[in-house]
């Protein structure tokens, strides 16, 4: 495949594999309430397509039931999914949108914030002035992420 963000997206793809596979044949699945469930991973390409992201959201959630997904390689992508997304009770974890709008624009979605401080401070004081202000946020933060690998292993 051969779009915008494959060089990215790609790679990212292999991870949600290998950690899939390492659910199932290593932790037996998802435990939900003491019963272990194998998980599946549905993957729809895109194409670097905004109009392709929208429809294979829409697809996901409405034809297929899915209502835990994980956000396209980029901000903007994942911008316009959050535009179905935001309308139902599905979650998106979006491990490759960097951008505070997707965060502070939409309520469904979680990932990981820049570190920065000066870019997380505008998301919390949007969060805060909210109507409908959640009444918990949480935030990790590595401070050496070099060491986050050696961590792992």
């Known amino acids: 495949i051969d779009s915008a963000y494959s060089?990215?997206?790609?790679p990212a793809v292999n991870v949600y594999r290998m950690y899939f596979d390492w659910l199932n044949t290593v932790r037996g699945g998802i435990n939900v309430n003491g019963v272990?469930?194998?998980a599946s991973l549905t993957l729809i390409e895109d194409f670097s397509d905004e109009t392709l992201v929208v429809e294979a959201t829409r697809h996901l959630i409405d034809d297929l039931g899915i209502k835990l997904l994980f956000g396209p390689?980029?901000?903007?992508?994942?911008?316009?999914?959050m535009t179905v997304v935001d309308a139902t009770d599905a979650l998106v974890v979006a491990p490759h949108a960097a951008?505070?709008?997707v965060y502070s624009n939409h309520d469904r979605v979680v990932g990981p914030a820049s570190s920065t401080d000066?870019?997380?401070?505008p998301v919390f004081n949007d969060l805060q002035n909210r109507p409908d202000k959640p009444e918990t946020v949480a935030y990790v933060r590595e401070e050496n992420p070099s060491n986050a690998f050696n961590t792992i292993l």
């Open 73 to 81: 390689y980029s901000s903007s992508f994942t911008d316009k999914m």
């Open 118 to 121: 000066t870019m997380l401070a």
């Open 99 to 101: 951008s505070s709008s």
């Open 36 to 38: 272990f469930r194998k």
């Open 7 to 10: 060089t990215f997206g790609l």
